[in-house]
T-cell receptor, first 112, second 112 residues
Framework: DTGVSQDPRHKITKRGQNVTFRCDPI?????LYWYRQTLGQGPEFLTY????????KSRLLSDRFSAERPKGSFSTLEIQRTEQGDSAMYLC??????????FGQGTRLTVV | DQQVKQNSPSLSVQEGRISILNCDYT??????FLWYKKYPAEGPTFLIS?????DKNEDGRFTVFLNKSAKHLSLHIVPSQPGDSAVYFC???????????FGGGTRLMVKP
């Protein structure tokens, strides 16, 4: 399978714990994006990378959130001190330059 | 401030007929528009895109129309098939490859 891969698919965590998600983009894609989607809403942009450089961050990305893309390949999104409001689907997408973005299947986070 | 709006939360059509999904935007900086389809528990799947220099783009059963003066785009699906039943999101960006701003989605149900 050569699509965007996200791991884990589901994560249940207790409030206050830290969680980390991983995204493996399509191999030749230089851009990688993170979005968050809550029930009944469209995806909301969080951040994006061109190669290893983080080019833009949304105001939604509080200081509890951090994303990395070492070596311009896979990316991780970490949420520290999770809150119930962080419960959502976290989507990763990748694109080759200015072409359309392809999404992974997402990681569903439930904070209890 | 919702910059991309899909005012119809749901649409029901008969198999074989045309489905028309609408989207309005407010940001005149948006230059590139896309439609994605989403099934439950999966990430969005890219369908079709259009840049602001065009007013129509066609791909098989899917056609996207862009009316820049009205800041309106629509997706036509002809003929509609039961497998088209999904949530459809329109998205916009100021430049192809940049962050996407999504609408809230329209749930399409195609009845056999």
């Amino acid at each position: 399978d050569t699509g965007v891969s996200q791991d884990p698919r589901h994560k249940i965590t207790k409030r206050g714990q830290n969680v980390t998600f991983r995204c493996d983009p399509i191999s030749e894609h230089n851009r990688l994006y993170w979005y968050r989607q809550t029930l009944g809403q469209g995806p909301e942009f969080l951040t994006y990378f061109q190669n290893e450089a983080q080019l833009e961050k949304s105001r939604l990305l509080s200081d509890r959130f951090s994303a990395e893309r070492p070596k311009g390949s896979f990316s991780t999104l970490e949420i520290q001190r999770t809150e119930q409001g962080d419960s959502a689907m976290y989507l990763c997408a990748s694109s080759l330059g200015s072409a359309e973005a392809f999404f992974g299947q997402g990681t569903r986070l439930t904070v209890v | 401030d919702q910059q991309v709006k899909q005012n119809s939360p749901s649409l029901s059509v008969q198999e074989g007929r045309i489905s028309i999904l609408n989207c309005d935007y407010t940001n005149s900086m948006f230059d590139y528009f896309l439609w994605y389809k989403k099934y439950p528990a999966e990430g969005p799947t890219f369908l079709i895109s259009i840049s602001s220099i065009k007013d129509k783009n066609e791909d098989g059963r899917f056609t996207v129309f862009l009316n820049k003066s009205a800041k309106h785009l629509s997706l036509h699906i002809v003929p509609s098939q039961p497998g088209d039943s999904a949530v459809y999101f329109c998205a916009a960006s100021a430049e192809a490859g940049n962050m996407l701003t999504f609408g809230g989605g329209t749930r399409l149900m195609v009845k056999p």
